[in-house]
């Protein structure tokens, strides 16, 4: 917690948060806390990067979830980022392109072979932090491998969404994501293209 769990994370980004999460879950399930069979995970930024890692180091953890503007490529973000965040991987990860072994293993995108759940990916257009091409990417490796998807791009957002409507938006999109997911009636939900959704 705090700045204990940030100094942990240093070089272990992609390590520590997820089995965080992961253990976090599992010992819900274990308590009988909450359905194992429809456990989710979601996430904005480095939250987005967890959930996609949580999704594809870990499947047996959860059965779908949503990336808010996260991360699926550190090698592509190294490269892609603004100047403000562009030597900040290197405390989380290891310098690049010195470590660019490492990035790629920590990649959720490299890992599509694992992911086996349905996602969401909700991303801003102007995002100069994470640029929309993470989610594209994501996507589309997504769609290939027949994994039910949808992606959702807002105009005129950034890195974090501002708008109250898109906020709404969003929520009401996970939402609805679920629902059809699991099956689930949800009362006025919103119409979401879902790729490879029976």
């Not at 069979?37 to 990067?49: F, H, N, Q, T």
């Not at 470590?99 to 969401?120: A, G, Q």
Request: proline fraction near 5%.
């Amino acid at each position: 917690y705090g700045r204990d769990y940030r100094r942990r994370l240093r070089q272990s980004w992609g390590v520590v948060d997820i089995d965080d999460v992961c253990a976090g879950a599992t010992y819900l399930v274990e308590q009988g806390l909450v359905d194992g069979e429809r456990l989710c995970i979601d996430g904005g930024s480095a939250g987005g990067y967890t959930t996609l890692g949580a999704l594809a180091f870990r499947p047996e953890v959860f059965k779908a979830g949503c990336s808010l503007y996260g991360i699926g490529d550190l090698t592509a973000l190294a490269g892609d980022t603004h100047k403000f965040e562009s030597r900040y991987l290197d405390g989380l990860v290891g310098p690049y392109p010195e470590e660019e072994e490492l990035y790629k293993k920590r990649s959720p995108i490299e890992s599509v072979d694992t992911l086996n759940c349905p996602i969401l990916l909700l991303q801003g257009a102007e995002d100069k932090v994470v640029p929309p091409n993470q989610a594209e990417m994501m996507h589309k490796a997504l769609v290939d491998k027949k994994i039910p998807t949808c992606l959702k791009i807002y105009d005129n957002e950034q890195h974090g969404f501002r708008n109250a409507v898109n906020i709404e938006n969003a929520i009401d999109s996970e939402l609805a994501f679920y629902g059809r997911v699991f099956d689930i009636n949800v009362p006025g939900a919103l119409k979401l293209d879902i790729v490879n959704l029976p």
